[in-house]
């Protein structure tokens, strides 16, 4: 889990992650979005991978990346348990960031 959230701490890989939310991506589609070199880039992947974040397959001269949201899903819900967090769906009446009515 340590690699995970190793993974989630830089925003360039954050980015990366939306990005792949979308669709799956080749590295040339991905690069298109940064004004970074494409050994940064490349070294951004591969803690997303050791992270087991995204999968990646060879498509003939390209590598094709793609979300692992699985895993990302069951970090957060490792962490929010270590916290003692009760996750539980807010009701949909009450608007998000808006504490409900208390009743006198």
Do not use: C
Request: hydrophobic content about 45%; aromatic content about 6%.
């Amino acid at each position: 889990m340590g690699n995970v959230f190793k993974a989630l701490a830089d925003p360039t890989r954050r980015r990366i992650l939306q990005l792949l939310k979308q669709r799956p991506m080749n590295a040339g589609d991905i690069a298109d979005h940064f004004a970074i070199s494409k050994p940064t880039l490349s070294a951004h992947f591969t803690v997303l991978r050791e992270a087991e974040l995204i999968g990646s397959e060879r498509d003939g001269k390209h590598v094709i990346y793609w979300l692992n949201a699985s895993v990302l899903e069951e970090a957060l819900l490792s962490f929010a348990g270590a916290l003692d967090l009760n996750l539980k769906p807010r009701r949909a009446a009450m608007p998000a960031g808006k504490p409900a009515a208390r009743r006198s």
